[in-house]
């Protein structure tokens, strides 16, 4: 039997729910969680019933591993430690998800576009890239700038209000002093132009 956790309760599922709502026809079998954890890769599991999960997280991160292989039980999901800045994926995918990760990148040693350019390298024909707004880490401007440059098209971008904001009191890094409250997330789909 099939086991993982049950996410309906959460902001995420829904906002997961409303932004691939327009792949109910596509098939899609092949995924990437670009930056794994629970509550992604059940949502993957959940709504994406027939597909593989490949489940990306840093090498060493067993802040996800361990619960990624304690609180799921599925010959669907396999899990990779790699560092998406350092080696490329070469497989295809139908759809890739980055729930949480792309606010996470300096916390490796990366930069945000680093990592944020690796992610859209992936050979994936459609992605869901998702989080926080108020995250002065996550340059949404220069996502949708670098999107329409590089032959991506947002079919869709939609906001979502947090219901239970955090405060994120830390300094992250020198040159982001701003103290932030997750308000809002924000989410878009889009399809990669660039691959069949
Ligand atoms: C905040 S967590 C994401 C939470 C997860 N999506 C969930 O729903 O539970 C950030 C994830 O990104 C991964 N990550 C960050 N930088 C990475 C990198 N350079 N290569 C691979 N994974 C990375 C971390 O290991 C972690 O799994």
Redesign the pocket.
């Known amino acids: 039997m099939e086991k993982f956790v049950d996410t309906s309760h959460t902001i ?1 599922d829904k906002a997961f729910k409303v932004l691939t709502g327009k792949l109910k026809n596509e098939n899609i079998k092949k995924v990437v ?9 059940s ?1 993957l599991l959940k709504y994406f019933k027939d597909a593989s999960v490949d ?5 060493g ?1 067993n ?2 591993k361990n619960p990624l292989e304690n609180d799921i039980g599925s010959n669907r999901l396999n899990v990779v ?6 080696s490329c994926l070469r497989k295809k995918y139908d759809f890739c ?5 792309l ?3 300096l ?2 040693g ?1 930069s945000f576009e680093n ?1 944020f350019h ?1 992610i859209m390298d992936i050979k994936a024909r459609y992605f869901v890239l998702y989080d926080i707004w108020e995250d002065p880490c996550v340059h949404f401007r220069y996502i949708e700038q670098y999107l329409k440059e590089k032959g991506f098209k947002i079919i869709l971008k939609k906001k979502f209000r947090n219901p239970h904001p955090e405060h994120y009191p830390k300094v992250k890094y020198d040159k982001y002093k701003l103290e932030f409250d997750s308000k809002h997330y924000m989410g878009y789909l889009i399809k990669n132009l660039n691959v069949e």
């Open positions: 995420h969680d670009a930056g794994s954890g629970v509550t992604s890769a949502i489940a990306i997280i840093y090498p991160d802040r996800k430690e790699l560092d998406l800045t350092k998800l980055a729930l949480l990760t606010g996470e990148a916390n490796f990366n990592l690796r």
